[in-house]
Structures are given as structure tokens and as C-alpha cells.
């Protein structure tokens, strides 16, 4: 169905389209546990087996240990280790009643927080734009990266022992070379020089980042600027601010919600959006690091983005089919009182409709999984669930809409982005730096990457001629006239 | 400036404040946990609150407000915000005797004595009192030793001198500013469970190892508390075990009252530095300008220019670092033209000295690469007999400094922070021994300073309008060798003397084939590199300043002030990249940080150069990413025009 018109004008070359089977790729599996009972029963001391249980599992480990081994140990340690483990259970069962996602293995967490749909059978598991250039990385259900460059020949692939569950990948802003990737037990940070030859960068060239109890890590936030990297865990409490070249972080507590799934952190880098698993989210000012506590009605905050200038956050809710707005009037530095807005308005209604088509009848619309605003503000790509069950099959779908945010917000419907039969989206990100519009970057759960580019002329392109910079935050005022005029738009669908 | 400094020390007043407001809640759950019995809660309590009301409870307060504030005050004396990184095992045993460091021992002792007194008597029992009655062999009433006060009152002296001694050995006075700006309070809330668990864990090893001293030496002090107050030492009636056998110190209840006693003692003192560090710290936001003459002093270019306090120029580059991102009024009053003039002299002052700073951090660096260049190469060819022509190498100049009365740990008010060469020079010369056996490694450090005096056409901003490249630099003479020495350094001799004796050499050769002289004269790993950065910190702030305000110049400056300086920025940032790209590439300096651990300490010195090397580089992505493809139209040289290039293409 995708074909990629390359405009013979366009001096752009829109990336080629990836193809990842799922059969090529082996999951690894290569947990303690599973490994441990290929090999023969080796007789130690208690000694032994406790200092190694505490190294591997820590307090409960070295219970367990003592508990056990009730021949070798004295009975009143044994029965007093064993009544501790269960009181640890106990507060632990507890604790898991009050957050039920703590009861979930990371594997499942990390599917369940993910922005990704379906990440655990996902042949494409997380991907990211670097900021300035076109260069892409794409982590693969192997637990590799690889990166790819048009302007290079090379394909680096990126491995390491750490490297499990990859959740989430991004690219450090202002810096070339500068990935980080969330894994299960720990952040790495890889540089890749973009000069070398390498195709596979050894481990030496990753930074590993780890907080004890911090783990596993399912969402990463570059500031802006490059100077933090924040880090969520939903076992974890904390948010991480870390300062990646001293390798050292910043705890930030709050412990209502019981973790931090997703973080976003908006493009002028004044504030940063942080859900939790309950339903609460939060919104970090960067300034002091204070936060805002929006408690939502009925589910988790699933998802957010930041409209270009950072004034307006759009966020969705899990359980429901509405797109909420924020928005953030106070500019960064001056401390105002004036806390922003008392509440979220819903923009956007996206329950259920038919459509009638050509082809038949389509049911679109449902719970939202992620969204995505391309760096100008002017289309936002929104990934539905999709449903599965009874006769009613919905598939996973992208729809898109158009926004404008001066004078007033508006969200205009545009179009649905569908893949070849059978296919449905995962994953989207924008480019950051598409210069004739916007170019959107779906992965399909066939392990195919494409590309699907808006062609429309903004305004505030046309006022800023500064060849490939960042996204700047554009003037706000703009003459309503012009936008008409120049919106045109391909839909390869 | 006076106000200034006032400033800081009001700040470190209210600290103290805090930290007297904080002890009546540590000691009432000091009281509860020293107290503690299980099986009678109701008990317990009573006993608790009875106690917490008091006489004795009061007193002790008020003897522990007046550690607290002597704690504070050395606090303030001792701080710094460079630290001083002893660069050989001998040059730390020389900042571990000087005399300052001999005080600050003393007093800790003292203080540790008074704490554990005021434990003593609030634990109560058996603790407390130091003599009591009892009846000799004969018959005869006396009054006898009672060895468990002068056990704890022992322990508290021992914490007290361990704390002032790994205070020097981990750079504990050293205050390091956060890059992640938090109120006061949540601040002191994140770090309040840090310091419990290292006031635990460090008063669990001072009393293992009090206790190893008191089990072979602790006759010593008893028979001198015994003789000198004239108490009998009574082992026969009271304690059934003397406390100086192994059955006597395996007393449990005893280990647990030396190690709660332990950890509150240091628990008050942590508190204080934490809260000092966390006042001290704060940003403090000058005005840009003012339209009041009698303020101007107090304006950010005037403090980042002029002779100030090392803390205060930090502060103002902090504070120059946040402005320039966070707060676009400010920026504007930067970019601002004089009134009657038009001279935009709040930006020059500005960027002049950040490029000065800049300038200056390049210039060491390479001067360092040069050293290590001539001498490491020889140096890692053979190991015996390259130490001996190394040491006599560099024996040529000798570092010796005239204020050996000066304090060594902090640079006072008045020493610059230019350059940490000043710093370098004071503690290196804590005995009379350090100072031959460094030299290798103080004399980079001080060429910065020599090579002001040799050239004057190098003075000040060598990058300013005129295109330089590290390789006429590097052709500079080598003021460190033994040949150039005697020639440029005559006109300072009150810091440097040249020595060439031959006898001395022959010393030191015969020196250097000894074990443990080897072993002293051993560099530690990383402390070079860690020295060369260790004022960094300023740097950085440097380089975000300029590079938030080039960045903020695209759209804000008005009057184009900016454009004359860009060249001079770029360039000057160029060349300290190549300088750090060099540093890194050099045998012995790591290229990962090391992990930190979690503790009182602030090892945030240690990673100052990869913040550094990140930051440096962000720092022309963002002006090469505003600009764009109008930086081509910048005059620079070519070198730095195909330098900028790799940049734009994002291949750096």
C-alpha cells in the first residue's frame, strides 16, 4: 500500500523504508534461573551460599538461604529467618495491594507502561529521530540497536550485556553522538562516534547508569538544552535526574502514585510531564524542581506531548477516548503565582465511528495508546488501541489531525494512516526536522519500517529560513489568511 | 564586597540556626533509642519524658548548641569551594600534619569529648557519673574510677579526631554546587536519610576501631585520669570484667551505647555541614545593574571581575549560568548599552571574563600535556632508572612558599581563583618534606603564572580579536625544566627557588630506591587529572553563560553586541576543545568517571572533567545550531572555520 512518492523538486530524500521479520529475530532468554539448571549441583558451604545469595537477591536472597538450609544452621536462625520472610512477604503483599502493577514482572511492566503497542511481541521495540541530523536508531526484539545513517554506509549495531528490554531509546539534544537507551536493570548511555567505521561499537562506549531500586526503567527524557536525563521506573518513587557525564542523579520523591511510567519533557524545556501508574500525574517545573499533582478520574495518564512552544500539553487517559489539553501560561523564569490552569479541557472526542468507505465500513476510534505532535505544531498523529475480541474488530490505527494553536487551539480531522492488510501500527515518532512539512515514522507489528511524510508549507517556516536548525520555538503570531492558503497535504494511504 | 562576604557569612549563620533549631528533636530520639527496653514500653516512655524535662537534659542542650556552633564556625573557616587534591601519599600526610589541620583536630577532639559527656549523662546508669564511692580492700571509703564513663568519653574523643582526619583525606570541607537547582528544604529532606546511614555506618567502624586501640592502649589514659583527679581504679568490687580484655569490650549493651553515642555525635555534626553546604550553595542572584553608584560593586560584572571571596565568584558565575538560560529580562540588561555612552560594557565585563577564564583553562591544559608529553614518555619506557633521572629532572625547581604561617586548606578571601596553581603551591607545603619529592607534579600548575611573567604579550585574554592556534602556544618556553628555570623565575623568588645541588639529587636518588620513600612519592591514580580540573566547576558555568547568551543574542541582542565578541568565543571555545581532546587522550587519564559512593563525602570534584568535556561541547552544538549556516560569514581562521564545519554537520 506505502509507496513513497519522492517528489522530483523535493531535494529531500525521504529514508528508505526498513523490514525487520519477527522471525529473524530471537528474543534472548537469559535469565539466572534458567541457566543455572543446565549445570550440576556444586556443594558449598553456607558460607558460601549466603554471601552469594546475598550478592544476587540481597536481604530475601540470604533469608531464603538460611530458611533452606535448616540442617546446617542452627534451628532458632532458621525459624527466626524464615518467620522474618514471611513478615517481608506480608509488607510486600501489602504493598502490592495498595499499587497492584508492583505484583507485575518487569517484562509485563515494561509492556504494560510502554508507549509501544504490544511491546512484548513487538519486532521493532523503540525508536528515535536524532534531534538534528537524519540519522535513526531502532531497537530490535534481540535486544540489539542498530543505527542508520543515509549519509553513511555503515549500520552500527549496538550490544551489550545490560542491554535487555529495551523500552525506550533517545537521542541527546545538541550532541551527536549521545544515545540513551532504557533497559531492564539499568540506563545506558552509548557514544557513537558518528566518524567511525565500526559496526559493532564495543561496550566500552556505553555509559551504564543504574540507581539501586531503580529498575526496570520504562521511559528516558532528554532536557532540551542536553545538560539531564530524567528516568522513570514504575517500582520506583524517584525520578532520576541524572547528570549523565558525572554519572551521578538526582532523586526527585514523590511517592503518591507508586512510580513514574511515562515521561515527556516539552520542548522549550521549562516543564516535563510525569504519570504515574495511579491515576495521577504530574508536571515538573525544571527550574527548581517543584511539581503539580493532576489527579485524573478514571485511569493512568497513557500518554502526552507538548505542543512546539511548550504552553500546551495534550495527555489521554487510559479507560477513556478523549484527548485532554493543559495549558502553561506562566513563562519559564519569572516565578509567577498564577499555578497555570485549574483544569484539563478535552479537545477531542475520539469514541467510536463508522465511517463508510469504498471498501466497506470502517469502525475507528477507542482508547488511545500514544500520541505524537511533529515538531511545528501543525499535525498530531494519534495511535488507537484497536479491539480484538467478539465480532466486533477494530483494528490498531493512526489517525491524524490537524492543529493550530494561535489564536485559539483547534484540531481539525485530516486522516487515517493504515498499513498493509493484516498490519497494525506499534510505534510513531515525527521527524524532528522534516523541512517540507511533516514526516511521520510509523513501525508495523510485521517489523516494518515506513515513512509517511505531510507535504504542507507552515507560516513559520516560511519566516524563519534557518536551514536544518532545531525546532525553535516559533512566534506565536501568525496572519490566520496565510495558513489557508498553504496547507496541502499527500496522504499515501 | 564587604556586604558580600557578610552575605555569606549570614548564610552560614542562619545554618547554624537550623541546625541548633534540629538538635531537640535528635536528641529526644537519641534519648529514646539509648533507652530502649521492649519489655517494659509504658516504662520506657515515662523514663524518656522524665528525662527529656530535666535539668541534666537541658544542660546538656546547651552544651551541645555551643559544639554546634563551634562545629559551624569551623565549618566556615575550613571551607572551600576549590578543592585541594594532594597529588602523592606524602603531600596528603603533609595536609594531615600542618599545623591548621593539627587545631582542627584538636577541637574535634574536644567537641567529641563534651558529645559523649552529654551522651554519658543522658544514657544515665552506669555512665553516669566519672568517679563514685566505694570501699577499698581495707575497709577504707574512696572514690574509685568508674572506666565506663572514661570508655565512652574516650570513644567520643577517638569519633571526634577520625572525623577531622577523613574530613582532609576525602575533601569533606570541599562544598560543591548542585547542577539540579531544589529548595532548601526539599533539599535538606533528600539528604537527610543519606546522613543517617553514614553517620551509622562511620560511627560502626570509629568505635571497631576504638575499641582496638582502647583493648592495647587504654591503660594509658586511665592510669593519667586516675593520677591526675587522684581516683582509686577499683577492679575487684564493681565491674567483674576490666574493660580492657576482650570479655570486658564484648559487653553488648556496652558496644550499643558506644555506637548510638557514636552516631549522634556525628549525626549533629553531619547535619551542620549539610545544612552549611545547602545555605552556602544557594543561589544568590545579583543585580546586572544598577542605577544606584553605591550597589554597582555588588553587580554581577563587577563581582565576576573584581578581587573577590573564590565562593562569591562561583556564586556569580552560577548565577550567570541561570540567568542566561532561565531569564530573558536579565538577558536583556546584559545586552544592554551603557546610558550616557552607549558602550556595552555590562557584556564586555562579562564575556571577557568568561574567555579569560576560558584562556586561562587551555593554557594549563596545555602546559600539563607538554609536561607529561617530555616526561611520561620517558617515564614509560622503564620503570627503576627513569624515576631516578625524573626526580633529578625535575628537582630543577622547587616550589617553596613564604607563607608557610598562611593557612594551607582554604583559599582565603584572598586568593584568586584564576588559577588552583595558588592552591597547589599552600598544601603542598604542609611539612618541609612534601616539598622536594613534588615538583613534577606542582609545576605545570604554577606555569600559568611564570609564563604571565616570562611573556608579557600572553597577559590576560590571549584569544581576544586575534587568531591563535595551541601551537605557538606550546612553543612558549618551559619554565618547569631545569634549564630555563634560574632564567625566568628571578623576579619571584618569594614563591619559587631553583635549587640545582647536586647533593640534593644524590639525596633523592638514594631516596627513591627506598620501598616506603617510593611508595609516599607514588602519584596517586587520577589525582593529577583530578588537580587540573579541580576548579572546573567555574568553567562550566563559563561556558553555559556564553553559550546561553550567543544563543539568546539571535533574536534578543539588539544592538548587536554580541557579533564583536563571536569570533573570540568560537575560537577560544575551539581551542579549549582541542586542549580537553588532548588531555583525554593521554595515557593515564581515565576517560569514564569513577563510581561515586554514597557518602558524606562530595565527590562531585572528581567528575568535574567530564562535565566539562560534555558541557564544552553542547555548548558549541548551541551556538553552531542557532546560527546555523551564518556562522560561515564569521571571520576565523581556517582550522577553526573546517572545525565549526564538523560541527554544523553534526560530526563531532
Known sequence: IFKHEVFDNQPFVIPLSLYFPRESLKPHSRTESSSKAAFLDHCETLWMRSAAAWRDAGLTGLLNEIANSSAEVPKWLSVSSGCVLALLQRISSFHGSLFPHLTLSSEDMIAEFSQVLKWSDCAVRAFAWHPHTDKFAVALLDDSIKIYNPKSATAPTLKHRLQRSVAAVQWKPLCASALAVACQNCLLVWHVDPCSLSTRPSSGCAQVLSHPGHSPVTSIAWSPSGSFLVSASPMDTNMMVWDVAAESCVPLQRVGGGGVTFLSWSPDGSHVLASTPAALFRVWETRMWTCERWPCLKGRCQSGCWSPDGSRLLFTVQGETVIYALTFTDTPGIPSNTKGPKAAAVVADLSETTFNTPGGDIVVGGEIQSLAWDPRGERLAVLLKGQEHFSLDRPAMIAVFKTRTSPIFELLPCGFVQGEPGTEPRLMQFHPNFQHGALLTVCWSNGRITHVPFYFLSAGMARHGLGGSPPQPRPEERPADYINQTLYTELTT | ?652
Not at chain 2, 614518555?377 to 625524573?390: H, W
Request: a positive charge.
Open chain 2, 1 to 652: 564586597m564587604s556586604c558580600l562576604v557578610c552575605t555569606i557569612t549570614i548564610l552560614a549563620a542562619a545554618s547554624v540556626a537550623w541546625a541548633v533549631l534540629l538538635l531537640p528533636p535528635s536528641i529526644a530520639v537519641f534519648v529514646i533509642i539509648s533507652r530502649v527496653s521492649l519489655l517494659h514500653p509504658i516504662q520506657w516512655i515515662s523514663e524518656c519524658v522524665s528525662l527529656l524535662t530535666s535539668a541534666t537534659a537541658i544542660f546538656s542542650f546547651i552544651l551541645l548548641c555551643g559544639v554546634v556552633l563551634i562545629v559551624g564556625f569551623l565549618n566556615l573557616e575550613y571551607y572551600t569551594v576549590i578543592p585541594s587534591i594532594a597529588c602523592s601519599k606524602i603531600a596528603l600526610l603533609g595536609q594531615l600534619l600542618h599545623p591548621r589541620q593539627f587545631v582542627s583536630s584538636l577541637v574535634h577532639c574536644i567537641l567529641g569529648v563534651i558529645v559523649a559527656w552529654c551522651c554519658a549523662v543522658t544514657i544515665g546508669g552506669r555512665y553516669q557519673t566519672l568517679g563514685y564511692p566505694c570501699t577499698q580492700a581495707d575497709g577504707s571509703p574512696q572514690l574509685c574510677l568508674n572506666e565506663y564513663q572514661v570508655i565512652l568519653l574516650l570513644a567520643g574523643a577517638f569519633v571526634g579526631y577520625c572525623h577531622s582526619v577523613l574530613g582532609v583525606i576525602h575533601n569533606m570541607n570541599y562544598v560543591s554546587f548542585h547542577t539540579v537547582q531544589q529548595y532548601k528544604y526539599l533539599r535538606f529532606k533528600g539528604s537527610l536519610p543519606l546522613v543517617v546511614k553514614c553517620s551509622a555506618i562511620q560511627a560502626l567502624y570509629s568505635v571497631r576501631n576504638y575499641l582496638v586501640v582502647y583493648f592495647f592502649l587504654g591503660y594509658v589514659p586511665r592510669t593519667w585520669i586516675c593520677k591526675t583527679l587522684n581516683l582509686q581504679l577499683n577492679r575487684l568490687v564493681c565491674s567483674l570484667h576490666p574493660l580492657d580484655t576482650i570479655a570486658g569490650l564484648l559487653d553488648f549493651s556496652l558496644l550499643y551505647h558506644l555506637w548510638i553515642s557514636g552516631t549522634f555525635l556525628l549525626f549533629t555534626w553531619y547535619i551542620t555541614l549539610l545544612l552549611f553546604r545547602i545555605f552556602v550553595t544557594e543561589v544568590y542572584s545579583f543585580p546586572v545593574q544598577s542605577s544606584f553608584t553605591e550597589d554597582v560593586h555588588q553587580c554581577l560584572p563587577k563581582v565576576l571581575t573584581g578581587q573577590q571571596p573564590a565562593i562569591l565568584k562561583f556564586l556569580a558565575l552560577h548565577d550567570l549560568a541561570l540567568l542566561s538560560q532561565h531569564s530573558p529580562s536579565r538577558r536583556s540588561e546584559v545586552f544592554s548599552l551603557s546610558q550616557p555612552g552607549g558602550h556595552p560594557h555590562n557584556w564586555n565585563a562579562i564575556s571577557q571574563e568568561c574567555l579569560s577564564l576560558l584562556a586561562d583553562l587551555t593554557q594549563r591544559l596545555v602546559a600539563h600535556h607538554d609536561t607529561v608529553a617530555t616526561n611520561g614518555r620517558a617515564k614509560s619506557l622503564s620503570t627503576g632508572s627513569d624515576k631516578k633521572s625524573l626526580s633529578s629532572e625535575s628537582s630543577g625547581t622547587i616550589l617553596l612558599s613564604s607563607q608557610g604561617t598562611e593557612d594551607v586548606m582554604t583559599p582565603r578571601p584572598s586568593v584568586l581563583i584564576k588559577t588552583p596553581a595558588s592552591v597547589f603551591l599552600r598544601s603542598s607545603v604542609g611539612s618541609p618534606l612534601t616539598v622536594p619529592f613534588t615538583p613534577d607534579l606542582d609545576s605545570p600548575f604554577s606555569s600559568p603564572a611564570l609564563r604571565r611573567l616570562a611573556g608579557p604579550v600572553e597577559q590576560c585574554s590571549p584569544w581576544h580579536g586575534t587568531v591563535q592556534s595551541p601551537h605557538i602556544m606550546r612553543r612558549g618556553p618551559k619554565l618547569w625544566s631545569t634549564s630555563t628555570g634560574e632564567r625566568g623565575l628571578q623576579n619571584k623568588t618569594e614563591h619559587v627557588i631553583p635549587i640545582v645541588d647536586p647533593c640534593a639529587i644524590w639525596v633523592k636518588n638514594f631516596l627513591a630506591k627506598r620501598v616506603l620513600i617510593m611508595y609516599l612519592l607514588n602519584k596517586l591514580p587520577e589525582a593529577s587529572s583530578q588537580a587540573l580540573f579541580a576548579d572546573t566547576q567555574s568553567h562550566i558555568w563559563a561556558l553555559e553563560g556564553l553559550s546561553y547568551l550567543v544563543k539568546a543574542s539571535f533574536s534578543e541582542d539588539q544592538f548587536g553586541v554580541v557579533q564583536t565578541t563571536l569570533p573570540s568565543i568560537l575560537s577560544s571555545m575551539l581551542v579549549l576543545q582541542e586542549a580537553v581532546d588532548r588531555h583525554f587522550k593521554l595515557p593515564h587519564a581515565s576517560s569514564k568517571p569513577v563510581r561515586s559512593t554514597s557518602s558524606m563525602e562530595d565527590s562531585s570534584y572528581k567528575t568535574l572533567r567530564f562535565a566539562l568535556r560534555a558541557t564544552l561541547k553542547t555548548a558549541i552544538y548551541r551556538i553552531t545550531t542557532t546560527f546555523g549556516e551564518h556562522l560561515n560569514a564569521v571571520q576565523m581562521s581556517a582550522e577553526h572555520q573546517k572545525r565549526l564545519q564538523q560541527f554544523l554537520e553534526y560530526k563531532e
